[in-house]
């Protein structure tokens, strides 16, 4: 029957029926109804709502807001220890947690902004979120509620408090035949299951936590099955079970590769005590640095190997994740993505490559009132914006072709120059003609743009107009407004078939003179403040400009761990491998970095997750804005494992009393929920419940404080899932973002040092990913089958020395700021292996300096006749030939759990000495330059050029650049030592021959690791510049005519003593 909500409560439940399994709903002890949800009302009976909070979600099945422990239930999970009567729990209270505050504290900031600086009665907003935020209270100010699920057309359906301490009735709720069958017969068999498992119990529950089958793996790491009940009623409901698994590497690849680490390291400290207590007599100075650069490498090998001690695998369940989020014929309750692709120069950065990246982005295979795209233009360039408006009339037709005949790749031109067979499992008649079509636009649509192109390569004296007549905003790059242009609605633009089309948003920040823009870090903070604004939804995915989508489903991929009920509280990113196209066979300079991707990766995965790697990444938008993951509450005794790989956080006395009183009020929190620190920007209005203007308006200006002075902007960051005010009109959202973007915003606030991408240096990525591990969150390496994203690689040499010298010059800027891996972030929760690692990224620069001088000895040694080994014994020769041995064998297994390729395994070993005797190097000096004078170098975009010269027509390209002079002087130094060591044991007979073996191999060693970079200077005409050459002959010689000078490799002629002998001896 239905009931007025100004009544009193019922003392009966006729007409109330479980929606679950038809059972009567039933009375509480006090003889009031059964009101399993305080939100929506929805019908469930004890039996079934035990049954929810034990084994479930612990969360309403219609309105998915988490349960509440009603009077003479048991404690489950998280609940246990908890002091609070269920008395409390069961009456309807306003939450004292800063969880349940902060939908209500958003709502009623946003309200106040509205309704005070804007002097008009604008009630809170409606937030489009598409679900309701778990533990939320529709206690809004003006009545105003909220879209999604719960129905609020009234204001009578309002929560209030009232009646005495009484429970008001909640809202009407919804029929089960509305949105999800939940009175289905497999429901009803588990939890009849489940009644009778509960009546065999004998002993009564008194842990309600499972325990993983990851655990006792070692590390206890979170897993996406973790905390779940295995049983066999759940088991058998696929819509249940995890979305993804984690794989370990079997035993009988990765225990070999473990041991022969282990024995390696035992032979190197072996073979360094025999170094360090054995010096060469006649080659002090040889011998001290050899053994100085010795000890580096071993550090160094040290720092990079272990990080690899745990790798795994995952696999996703994408048909898992479509039954439980994105069932046929309804409303999809898959999360809302912004996607970020950021560019510069469209001179360097072809506006062609940008638009198929965009292509492939709208066409994803992902509901498109989910998927938001916004391009960074930080070069205010018109051409950029002109690009964009043909690429979104283009998408109409484009989009809808794709998803009709679901092909691969959903980026035109890779599409379409596919040398493989495009009929292949097309079944329907009309493809070939409309892939036909479709090809001819598409050249029409790259003849426009190429047009776009060569028109903008000269600059009118004048500046650029627009087609209005007006003058293009950005004519001066470096002083201009802000611009957002948004050319793709949900609302707007529709496909050729009607459908609608993602959003697609341009957005160029304003520049002005004398202040700071931090490059592309400050570039993406942007797009982080525009799109929380306009769309914010909960997860981002940046993309640089050349990589394009290359698996449509990729998203879903992603999802598979963020909106996993466990394990995705805990992730801050997804991170997707690199992979390129373009690049020669043979990978000459390693570009495909194949090691790094497939093995380095993989095994920071099994610790605390891969680093950031600055594209292909699935973001958690509340990681971005600096809040802690949620606090597992852990039942298990630390081994030796755990604390090499797990928390590395050491409570300490003083600091129990704070925990445990943070642990009193948030022990009845859901544990899926994440745990905003908002004491950290709250202060002076904990415990005051916001109900005063006062409090309220502490809180906004803390809020503001930490992120800026946007009350819209504030007031998203603390909506857990997504969505925008729906009261606000498009013009007001877009006058809000183009205020965020403004140059001033991010003064005197948390932005780059604590919140977005982190400025300081031009690898934000590795920085952004660190600060978000020390804060205790993990990260996921998702590799499926199909790469999810390809891009472009530089296969130039002189370009490919350049980029790594971006990436190590970053490094070195990390290693010498307070964020430096060394001494940074000891009170968080990073892992100890995961601080390997990033040690291990911040400080391989540094081994250039012992790299080189490490190239140069043997041919210091074949020139002057002495050598950094004295004589060797027999067991000495052992050491070293299993020191050779078990490097070997650790790159072959290596190799074989990997899957990587021998061939790829040694360019990676070329190019770690060409990179490091060039590219580290010089990278070490200009940071040293930046830290003790000063002085700043720029930034220099990789060019992402199509190769339209033919076949790696840019490889054979020859690009003067210093970083060339080093390597080559190395070659030239080295092939004079040989010269001249075979001359001299040609000369001096059948005994010199012998010890001039060990440094002939030393000085192969180094040839053969630089003959890559030998055949990149010859090029396809075997020409090499005349200023390399002249350049690397001056050096080589003057290094060769002072050491001839200084110690001749001819011997000497001494005459007799004449003070022994006398004169006539």
Avoid at 256 to 279: A, G, K, S
Wanted: with cysteine; glycine share 8%.
């Amino acid at each position: 029957m239905e009931v007025d909500g100004e009544k009193g409560p019922v003392k009966h439940s006729g007409g109330q029926v479980c929606q679950i399994c038809g059972d009567s709903v039933g009375t509480t002890v006090d003889g009031d109804l059964f009101v399993a949800c305080d939100v929506c009302g929805f019908p469930v009976c004890r039996p079934c709502y035990e049954y929810e909070r034990k084994d479930g979600n612990q969360s309403c099945p219609q309105c998915k807001t988490k349960y509440k422990r009603h009077k003479g239930s048991p404690p489950v999970r998280q609940e246990e220890g908890d002091d609070g009567d269920a008395d409390d729990v069961s009456d309807f209270n306003y939450p004292t947690s800063h969880q349940d505050q902060k939908p209500k504290i958003a709502e009623r900031m946003l309200g106040w902004h509205m309704g005070h600086e804007q002097g008009e009665d604008v009630g809170a907003p409606k937030y489009d979120s598409g679900e309701i935020p778990r533990n939320h209270i529709p206690l809004l100010t003006h009545s105003q509620g909220l879209s999604g699920e719960l129905p609020m057309s009234s204001p009578d359906h309002m929560m209030s408090p009232g009646g005495g301490g009484k429970r008001v009735h909640p809202l009407p709720y919804r029929s089960p035949n509305s949105s999800r069958e939940f009175g289905n017969v497999a429901w009803k068999e588990r939890v009849d299951g489940w009644k009778m498992k509960q009546e065999k119990n004998v002993v009564p529950m008194t842990n309600g936590t499972s325990h993983a089958p990851s655990e006792g793996r070692g590390g206890g790491d979170i897993d996406a099955t973790t905390d779940y009940n295995m049983d066999d009623a759940l088991l058998n409901d696929e819509a249940r079970q995890p979305l993804s698994r984690k794989v370990s590497v079997p035993s009988s690849r990765i225990n070999p590769y473990r041991m022969v680490i282990v024995l390696r390291l035992v032979i190197l400290c072996i073979f360094l005590h025999y170094r360090i207590t054995n010096p060469v007599t006649n080659a002090i100075p040889l011998w001290l640095l050899s053994v100085i650069c010795e000890i580096w490498f071993a550090i160094s090998w040290i720092l990079d190997q272990f990080p690899k001690w745990f790798p795994v695998n995952r696999e996703t369940y994408l048909d898992r994740l479509s039954i439980r989020y994105d069932r046929e014929g309804e409303p999809s309750e898959l999360a809302a993505v912004d996607i970020f692709v950021s560019t510069v120069d469209p001179l360097k950065e072809p506006p062609l490559v940008t638009a198929n990246t965009v292509l492939s982005i709208l066409a994803v295979d992902y509901p498109v009132d989910k998927v938001s795209c916004y391009v960074s233009d930080d070069g205010a360039a018109m051409l950029t914006f002109e690009a964009l408006a043909e690429t979104s009339e283009f998408a109409r037709k484009w989009v809808p072709f794709c998803k009709k005949y679901i092909i691969e790749p959903r980026a035109p031109e890779w599409y379409f120059s596919q040398k493989i067979d495009y009929l292949k499992d097309k079944v329907q008649p009309s493809f070939v003609k409309d892939r036909r079509a479709m090809k001819r636009e598409y050249e029409e649509f790259k003849v426009r743009i190429n047009g776009l192109v060569a028109k903008a390569q000269k600059v009118p004296d004048e500046g650029w107009i627009m087609q209005d007549g007006t003058p293009w905003p950005g004519n001066n790059t470096r002083d201009h407004p802000g611009m957002i242009q948004v050319f793709l609605g949900h609302s707007g633009g529709l496909d050729t078939e009607g459908n609608e089309l993602p959003r697609l948003v341009y957005v160029s920040r304003e520049k002005r003179p004398g202040f700071q823009h931090h490059k592309k870090a400050g570039a993406m903070n942007a797009l982080v403040r525009v799109s929380a604004v306009l769309t914010n939804g909960p997860f981002m995915l940046n993309l640089d400009c050349d990589h394009y989508i290359n698996n449509s489903k990729a998203l879903r991929e992603a999802m598979c761990f963020l909106m996993d009920p466990n394990l995705g509280k805990q992730v801050c990113y997804v991170q997707f491998p690199q992979r390129f196209d373009g690049i020669d066979r043979n990978d000459r300079y390693a570009n495909r970095n194949t090691v790094f991707f497939d093995i380095n990766l993989r095994g920071l995965d099994g610790i605390q997750g891969p680093v950031y790697v600055g594209t292909g990444c699935v973001f958690n938008r509340t990681a971005l804005y600096g809040y802690e993951p949620p606090i597992k509450n852990k039942h298990k005794k630390k081994g030796f494992f755990s604390l090499c790989c797990g928390d590395s956080r050491k409570k300490n006395s003083k600091s129990s009393k704070k925990s445990s009183e943070k642990k009193k009020s948030s022990k009845h929190v859901d544990n899926t929920v994440p745990i905003f620190n908002l004491e950290d920007i709250e202060e002076g209005v904990e415990g005051a419940g916001f109900d005063d203007e006062k409090s309220l308006l502490m809180s906004q200006m803390s809020l503001e404080k930490r992120f800026g002075q946007s009350a819209v902007f504030v007031a998203s960051t603390l909506m857990e899932n997504g969505g925008v005010p729906q009261s606000a009109t498009p013009e007001s959202l877009l006058k809000e973002a183009i205020h965020v973007i403004s140059c001033g915003y991010e003064d005197k606030t948390d932005w780059g040092s604590e919140i977005g991408w982190i400025y300081g240096s031009v690898t934000e990525d590795i920085l952004t990913g660190f600060k978000m591990h020390a804060r205790g969150w993990k990260s996921i390496y998702c590799m499926p089958k199909r790469p999810a994203f390809k891009g472009s690689a530089p296969i130039n040499l002189s370009d490919r020395l350049n980029q790594v010298l971006r990436w190590a010059l970053g490094s070195v800027e990390i290693l010498f700021s307070r964020h430096c891996p060394i001494w940074y972030g000891y009170g968080g929760r990073l892992k100890f292996l995961e601080r390997f690692a990033y040690i291990n990224t911040t400080i391989y620069p540094l081994t250039s300096l012992p790299l080189l001088l490490y190239c140069t000895l043997p041919a210091i040694c074949l020139l002057t006749g002495k050598f950094i080994i004295p004589q060797i014994s027999n067991i000495a020769s052992i050491w070293f030939i299993s020191l050779f041995l078990s490097i070997f064998a650790t790159g072959i297994l290596e190799m074989r759990w990997s899957g990587v390729g021998i061939d790829e395994w040694w360019r990676n070993e070329q190019f770690w000495v060409i990179g490091g005797v060039s590219a580290h190097l010089f990278a070490v000096f200009q940071g040293l330059l930046k830290v003790l004078a000063g002085i700043d170098t720029n930034f220099t975009v990789t060019s992402k050029a199509s190769d339209e010269d033919g076949d790696f027509a840019e490889l054979y390209m020859f690009k003067w650049t210093t970083l060339l002079i080093p390597p080559t002087t190395l070659l030239i130094v080295n092939l004079v030592g040989v010269v001249a060591g075979i001359s001299y044991a040609i000369n001096s007979g059948y005994q010199s021959w012998g010890p001039l073996f060990g440094k002939l191999f030393f000085a192969f060693w180094v040839i053969v690791h630089l003959y890559p970079f030998l055949k990149g200077l010859m090029g396809r005409q075997n020409r090499t510049p005349t200023i390399v050459v002249v350049w690397s002959i001056l050096l080589a010689s003057i290094f060769s005519l002072l050491w001839v000078r200084v110690d001749p490799f001819t011997t000497r002629v001494t005459g007799p003593d004449v003070l022994q002998c006398g004169i006539n001896c």
